[in-house]
C-alpha cells in the first residue's frame, strides 16, 4: 500500500532548544486553521504526546525502529493518517542523537524512513551570524536527509533577527520570539502532562504570529508518495475470546503506548479506563497498570479502597499487568517522603530515589510459568525511572533482560499469581497482546 499524506519532521539541534514547543504550537495553528493533523513523537516518550493528543484531537503515536522496526514504523505512519490532512512528527533530543551515540531511532533515522522533509528549531540565544554554521553543519551532515526549513527560536528583538537574516542557508520559515509566560514546567521524567498546563495548545497563536504557514504547508507536501508494507491496524484478530481489561487512567497512572492499547482492542479486549485514585471496584477481568507519577499521589493511593480490591482479586487470579509506576503501586509500600501502604501484590518495597537508576532500551525474553500467562516471548521496550525496587529473597520473576536493568541483575517482571509487574516499558507485540487477553478471558466472571 501506498501512503500520500503532507508531513514533517520538526526536529532539533539538541534537547532544550524548544522543538516541542514549536512542533505543538504548530500543531494547534495548523488545527486552528481546520486541518486535521495527526501527532507522532520519535522515540519512547509519554509526556509529549499527550500535549500533541489533545491539541489535535488524534491520538499521538510514536515511532521508534528500536521497539518497532523500520516496518514497524511504516505500519503505524500510515495506519494513524487514515483521514488525516497533514502528519507532524516531533523528534527527540538533537536530530541526529540515536540511541548508544549512533543515528538508529533518531529524528534523521524516523525522517529517511518516512521521506519526510524536516524543519529545523534551532535556538537563536545569546548568537547571531554563528548560528549559520550550526546550520551549514546540519543541512550537510547527512545527504540523505532534506533540511528544507529553519524556524529561529528564542529571538530577542528585531535587530537580532535582522542580524540573522542577512545569510541564508536554509530557508527561514518562522522567528519565534521568546515567551516565557509559555514555557511549561518539568520535573524528574519531563514535562508536566497535557492536563496540567494548557501552555503548549496556547502557543499555536505565538506560531501563527511568527511563522509562514503557506510555506511550512508547501513544504510538507513535498513529501513523495511512501510505499508501506502491509498493514493490519484497523483488521481484528481472529478468536473467539473477548474480554473486559481495565486500563488505570488519571493521575497517578497516564504513560501507555497507544499501539499497546490498539492491539489489546484488536485481540478482542473491551478496554475500560477506570481510576485507581477514585473508582472502588471496577468491572473488569484484567488489569493494566501503566506508569506514571503514583509517587506524587502516594497518599491518596494508600486511602484508596482499590488496593483492596485489587489485591483480592489477584489472589483470586485476576490478570495484572504493570509497568514502571505500575510496578510500584503493586508492591506492599512506596517511600517517598514517608512509607505508604500499596496494593501488597508483589513482595517488595518501592522506594524513590535522587539519583536515575535506569535509562534506556530494553530486549528480554517473557517466559510465564504455568498459568494463566503462559509460552515464552521476545520483549522490547524502555526503562526510565528514578526509583527501586527490594525484593524478598523468594521474588520470581517472568523476564530475562539481555539488555537493560530491571528489578533485579537483569531479572525483571515480578510474578505473583497471575500479577506481572516490570520496570519496563513493553511496546506489545500482537502475541504478548492475545496471551494478555487470552488470560483476562480464561479468569472472566462474565
Known amino acids: 500500500m501506498q501512503a500520500d499524506i503532507p508531513r514533517i519532521v520538526i526536529a532539533g539541534t539538541h534537547s532544550g532548544c524548544g522543538k516541542t514547543t514549536i512542533a505543538s504550537g504548530l500543531m494547534a495553528a495548523l488545527v486552528a486553521r481546520g486541518l486535521d493533523v495527526q501527532p507522532f513523537k520519535t522515540g519512547p516518550d509519554f509526556i509529549d504526546p499527550s500535549h500533541h493528543t489533545l491539541i489535535c484531537g488524534r491520538a499521538s503515536r510514536n515511532l521508534d525502529p528500536c521497539m518497532m522496526g523500520e516496518s514497524g514504523v511504516l505500519r503505524t505512519f500510515a495506519d494513524a493518517t487514515t483521514g488525516a490532512d497533514i502528519a507532524v512528527i516531533e523528534g527527540a533530543m538533537g536530530m541526529f542523537d540515536g540511541t548508544g551515540g549512533t543515528d ?16 529545523l528549531v534551532v535556538d537563536a540565544h545569546a548568537v547571531s551570524r554563528s548560528i549559520h554554521a550550526v546550520i551549514r553543519g546540519f543541512k550537510d551532515f547527512d545527504p540523505r536527509v532534506t533540511v528544507a526549513g529553519i524556524i529561529y ?5 528585531d535587530r537580532h533577527r535582522t542580524m540573522i537574516a ?40 505565538v506560531i501563527q504570529e511568527s511563522c509562514d504557514l503557506e510555506r511550512i504547508l508547501a513544504v510538507a507536501a513535498a513529501a513523495p508518495p511512501l510505499a508501506v508494507p502491509g498493514s493490519s491496524a484497523h483488521k481484528p484478530h481472529p478468536s473467539h475470546r473477548h474480554a473486559v481489561i481495565g486500563v488505570a487512567h488519571d493521575d497517578a497512572f497516564c504513560f501507555y503506548y497507544q499501539d499497546n492499547l490498539d492491539r489489546l482492542s484488536r485481540a478482542g479486549a473491551e478496554l475500560r ?39 483480592n482479586r489477584v489472589t483470586e487470579g485476576m490478570p495484572v499487568y504493570g509497568e514502571c509506576g505500575g510496578l510500584m503501586y503493586l508492591c506492599r509500600s512506596l517511600k517517598t517522603d514517608r512509607k505508604y501502604a500499596m496494593a501488597g501484590v508483589f513482595p517488595a518495597r518501592a522506594e524513590m530515589t535522587k539519583k536515575l537508576q535506569a535509562l534506556g532500551y530494553v530486549r528480554g525474553t517473557f517466559t510465564a510459568r504455568p498459568g494463566l500467562w503462559t ?36 531479572n525483571d517482571g515480578l510474578v505473583e499469581h497471575a500479577a506481572i509487574g516490570a520496570y519496563t516499558h513493553a511496546y506489545f507485540t500482537d502475541a504478548f497482546a492475545r496471551r494478555f487477553v487470552d488470560a483476562a478471558a480464561a479468569s472472566s466472571r462474565h
Not at 107 to 116: E, G, N
Not at 169 to 197: D, F, N
Not at 273 to 298: C, R
Not at 300 to 308: G, P, T, V
Open 104 to 119: 538508529t531511532a533518531s529524528a534523521a533515522h524516523i525522517a529517511r524512513i518516512l521521506k519526510a522533509p524536516v524543519i
Open 153 to 157: 527560536n528564542r529571538i530577542g528583538s
Open 166 to 205: 542577512r545569510e541564508e542557508i536554509v530557508p527561514a520559515l518562522g522567528w519565534v520570539p521568546r515567551h516565557q509566560e509559555c514555557e511549561v514546567k518539568s520535573r524528574h521524567l519531563g514535562l508536566v502532562m497535557a492536563s496540567e498546563s494548557p501552555a503548549m495548545k496556547a502557543f499555536g497563536r
Open 273 to 311: 479506563y477506570f481510576s485507581p485514585l477514585l473508582d472502588t471496584e471496577p468491572e473488569v477481568d484484567a488489569v493494566y497498570i501503566g506508569g506514571g507519577y503514583p509517587e506524587l499521589h502516594a497518599a491518596a493511593l494508600e486511602r484508596s479502597r482499590f488496593r483492596k480490591y485489587l489485591r
Open 375 to 410: 509460552g515464552t516471548l521476545a520483549v522490547r521496550g524502555h526503562e526510565f525511572h528514578y526509583s527501586r525496587v527490594g525484593c524478598d529473597a523468594d521474588a520470581r520473576f517472568a523476564i530475562r533482560l539481555g539488555q537493560g536493568s530491571g528489578i533485579r541483575e537483569g
